[in-house]
C-alpha cells in the first residue's frame, strides 16, 4: 500500500492549508487513516484521526477548533483542514492507515502510533510567526 500526501508549504501565522492523503493499492479496507506529525527535535505525535464506517473522528487538544478531519471513502482520501495556524503547527505531517488486526474506537486506541500499519512519506507544513 502507498500513500501520498500533498498540500503542505509555508504559511503565515493565521494562515489556513488542506493537506490530502491518498491511499492506493490497499489490501484491505482500512478502519481508521490519521495525521500525525514531527517537529523538529520533537517525537512524532498524534493530530486526529478518522473511523471508516461512522466516520468518528478524534483530535489532539491542541488542533480542536481549528483542524478538521474528513475522509472520501470511496477514494480512500483522507484530509486535513486546518485553520489559524500557529507556529507550533510547524512539523513534517504523515498521513497513516490502521492495521488490518485491529479496529480502533475510542481517542486512546486511535492515537497511538502503533495501530497503524502504513505510513506517508511526509509533508511539510511550516508556519512563520
Known amino acids: 500500500e502507498q500513500l501520498i500526501e500533498s498540500g503542505g508549504g509555508l504559511v503565515q501565522a493565521g494562515d489556513s492549508l488542506r493537506l490530502s492523503c491518498t491511499a492506493s493499492?490497499?489490501?484491505?479496507?482500512?478502519?481508521?487513516m490519521a495525521w500525525f506529525r514531527q517537529a523538529p527535535g520533537l517525537e512524532r505525535e498524534f493530530v486526529a484521526a478518522?473511523?471508516?464506517?461512522?466516520?468518528?473522528?478524534f483530535y489532539t487538544d491542541s488542533v480542536k477548533g481549528r483542524f478538521t478531519i474528513s475522509r472520501e471513502t470511496a477514494q480512500d482520501t483522507v484530509h486535513l483542514q486546518m485553520r489559524d495556524l500557529k507556529a507550533e503547527d510547524t512539523a513534517v505531517y504523515y498521513c497513516?492507515?490502521?492495521?488490518?488486526?485491529?479496529?480502533?474506537?475510542?481517542?486512546?486506541?486511535?492515537?497511538?502510533?502503533?495501530?497503524?500499519?502504513?505510513w506517508g512519506q511526509g509533508t511539510l507544513v511550516n508556519v512563520s510567526a
Open positions: 493499492g490497499l489490501r484491505f479496507r482500512a478502519n481508521a
Open positions: 497513516a492507515t490502521e492495521g488490518p488486526l485491529t479496529a480502533c474506537s475510542s481517542y486512546g486506541a486511535c492515537s497511538d502510533e502503533r495501530v497503524y500499519a502504513d
Open positions: 478518522i473511523r471508516r464506517n461512522e466516520g468518528g473522528t
